[in-house]
């Protein structure tokens, strides 16, 4: 088990050179588990402005299941993430 998580945030890492961010078993906001691969400085000015309440990613998540690209996303980025 271990050996596929570890090709799995391998591949991960490679498909996405900037970060990405993983929640699972979401109760109401909190996740029981929570992968973080974002350099600490994006993660010190999304959390400085609050961005998780306007992040079209995060409120995607929550209302949806499945996968969607960012530029589905981009015209509701009223926030500027």
Known sequence: MRDTANRLMLRLRQRSP?????ALHVTYTTPK?????YEKDWLD???????????PTAIWGFANF????????AD?????V
């Open 66 to 73: 499945g996968t969607i690209r960012w530029s589905a996303l």
């Open 76 to 80: 509701s980025d009223a926030g500027g």
């Open 33 to 37: 588990y929570y992968l973080v691969a």
């Open 18 to 22: 900037a970060g990405f961010a993983i």
């Open 45 to 55: 000015y999304y959390s400085a402005r609050g961005f998780v309440m306007t992040d």
